[in-house]
């Protein structure tokens, strides 16, 4: 059985998931009891992982290289990852 923490990492996740298509995005969440968001875009072909994870701020999604977004404005954190991963790597 999930523990609470789990459910709200996956509620934030799910939140977020919803909101890439819209962005050019594709996800998919990976994971059980530690679940986090594998995110592409299917243009430039990179990719990184999502983890929602809580801080003295609040909720905040983190990604990789340094990317950061607040889980209460999920929409931001969707625009932020479409600019990290819609640039081809050179």
Not at 25 to 47: A, F, I, K, Y
């Amino acid at each position: 059985m999930a523990s609470g923490y789990t459910r709200e990492r996956r509620t934030r996740l799910e939140a977020l998931a919803e909101l890439l298509p819209h962005h050019g995005l594709v996800s998919r969440m990976v994971g059980t009891e530690d679940p986090v968001l594998w995110v592409w875009h299917p243009s430039t072909g990179r990719q990184t992982i999502i983890f929602a994870t809580p801080s003295n701020r609040g909720w905040l999604f983190l990604w990789s290289p340094g990317g950061q977004g607040s889980a209460e404005e999920p929409e931001l954190a969707a625009a932020a990852l479409r600019q990290a991963l819609g640039t081809a790597q050179g």
